[in-house]
């Protein structure tokens, strides 16, 4: 798939603090795209460079295989984890006057607005101050603000900050049919089971380097640990987990007496698995084999501790 965004070799400094350090990544069009990294990694600096907040140092980026312009700002539609609305206006006020600024005339602006307004159901509160806000409800606005302009690049830094599950619910399914629609977006977040549900690709800055990138099921498969977890019941008077080490090391295990069921989790080799599973229904009932895939989590934290090992 052909990138929307690539990013060559970017760096960034404050003063002696290296923010970013010949960073490249590429973002394929069409797709979600996950940033990952822990607090300090560098992703916001990265995240502010692409909307010309701030500019790089050395390196460069490409919108569309052209390099970034200042008139690109209009094909990009940012959602910043800080927010910001200006408390004393209305609420359909403000959302027109920062849909405005976004290119759109008043008409287009108020007929979008009253889309997104209708489809988040929010018509109601068009005539309230921003004060009387609850938190999950002003960030519903940002994110109408972000997106109507249909943008060919969106970029969500933590979006589901201060929602309910249910609202948090709401914007992942439209962000799902932005994606569906055509849009390319960025995904910052530091909630992993977001990253599951939603992400493609990721990549993850540590210490302002890129550490890891790629497709995510690709990275999980680089990732597994040839474990499986099995559940086991076996025949009366066999003698349990103790005759399969030799096949295969358990990993970790635990008994239900009351059944008379192993759950364990099990290290195998690829070629050992016929062999393996001949042997637990030679001895009992295999109820469940299934192969244990590491969670983005899981890939984060080691990459991140790896890397703390080897600094």
């Not at 006020?93 to 159901?121: C, I, M, T």
């Not at 637990?280 to 890939?299: C, K």
Request: glycine share 8%.
């Amino acid at each position: 798939m052909e990138p929307i965004l690539s990013i060559r070799e970017v760096s960034k400094s404050y003063g002696n603090f290296k923010a970013l350090d010949k960073v490249s990544l590429e973002v394929p069009a069409h797709s979600i795209y996950g940033l990952l990294g822990p607090n300090g990694a560098g992703k916001t600096t990265l995240i502010r460079i692409i909307n010309q907040i701030t500019f790089p140092d050395q390196g460069e980026i490409l919108l569309g295989g052209v390099p970034l312009r200042p008139e690109h700002v209009a094909h990009i539609g940012y959602l910043p984890e800080e927010r910001g609305l200006y408390k004393n206006m209305k609420v359909g006020e403000q959302a027109l006057y920062l849909a405005q600024l976004k290119g759109l005339s008043r008409a287009d602006a108020r007929k979008e607005l009253n889309y997104w307004f209708e489809k988040l159901d929010i018509g109601d509160w068009w005539n309230r101050k921003v004060q009387e806000l609850s938190k999950g409800m002003a960030q519903k606005i940002q994110f109408i603000t972000t997106v109507l302009h249909r943008p060919r690049l969106l970029i969500f830094d933590e979006p589901f900050s201060g929602f309910d599950p249910i609202n948090a619910a709401l914007i992942k399914d439209q962000i799902l049919e932005l994606r569906r629609e055509g849009a390319s977006i960025i995904f910052s977040t530091h909630r992993m089971e977001s990253v599951e549900e939603l992400c493609e690709y990721i990549a993850l800055i540590h210490r302002s380097h890129k550490i890891l990138e790629g497709r995510l099921a690709n990275i999980k498969k680089a990732y597994r640990k040839n474990q499986y977890q099995v559940r086991w019941m076996p025949r009366d008077g066999d003698e349990g987990l103790n005759g399969m080490q030799v096949l295969a090391p358990v990993v970790r295990s635990a008994f239900d007496p009351d059944e008379k069921i192993w759950d364990f989790v099990v290290r195998l080799e690829d070629e050992k698995q016929g062999e393996f599973m001949e042997y637990l229904t030679g001895r009992g009932v295999l109820t469940a084999f299934q192969e244990v895939i590491p969670s983005v989590n899981d890939i984060f934290i080691q990459t991140v501790q790896n890397q703390e090992t080897d600094a």
